[in-house]
């Protein structure tokens, strides 16, 4: 079983093909020897990639197939509104369920309550708070999503990030190496330097003392980003809840933004 507002029974979710499993009862006496504890044999699809908005999921398998569960206040499990269950907070859907509009997906990402697939052809298809398929975009080898934008790099390293709501490009640079974002800021890395934009609460844009966005805790972002100068290269950026951090190439990992400890 699951928590959360749409909690399900995986023993009662027969829609999702999901073997029925055991109720234990946590004051019971166990005889340790009584318990298989191999996976069961699972003949349905290869899964290779799962991702999550607010409070849905997809999961993506190694033929493209995407299917998705959970809320869907927003259509983002791309049904639109028919098959669609009541749970506590709004619409939803229990079980996973095929999603055929993302299908043939290379890639997933997700996003407060949109979804998006990358196809073969390097092009977006979406659900939810953006339109399917995701116009006037480069040919993408990668995507992701947060802070309200859907981000892309092309083969030549290029950026390419639109916002959700009104679909101008808003971020654009060359020579990306790596990009990441989350729900309110976004990274990427450019010839070894690390810049960030969004939202600067805790510093994780990696203001320093001095710049114009200096502990603004402004909502409405931050004009320019910042750079932040590092003394090491770094190769690999993360973005989580008001936090960055960077992998470098002598695999050394420096962090700043929301912090217990400096």
Known sequence: A????????????????????VDVQPDAEVDSGAIDTAAPPWDGPHFVQVVTGSGHACARTDAGEVYCWGGDIGLQLGEGLVHRHTCGHGPCRPFAARVPVLEGATQLAADGLSTCALREDGSVS?????????????????????????????????????????????????????????????????????????????????????????????????????WSDLPVEPVEVAAGPHITCIRSVDDEVYCWGALDEP
Do not use: K
Not at 2 to 21: F, I, M, N
Not at 136 to 145: D, N, R, S
């Open 126 to 226: 979406c659900t939810g708070q953006v339109p399917v398929p995701l116009p006037g975009l480069p040919a993408f080898v990668e995507i992701t999503m947060g802070a309200g934008l859907v981000c892309g790099i092309t083969a030549g390293a290029d950026l390419v990030c639109t916002d959700l709501q009104t679909r101008e490009r808003v971020v654009e640079a060359d020579q990306v190496t790596d990009f990441a974002a989350s729900g309110t800021h976004y990274c990427y890395i450019h010839e070894g330097r690390v810049w960030c934009g969004g939202e600067p609460w805790y510093g994780e844009l990696g203001e320093t003392v001095g710049h114009p966005c200096y502990r603004t805790e402004s909502r409405f972002g931050c004009p320019g980003g910042a």
């Open 2 to 21: 699951c928590s959360g507002p749409e909690t399900t029974s995986l023993g009662d979710a027969g829609d999702a093909g999901l073997p029925d499993v």
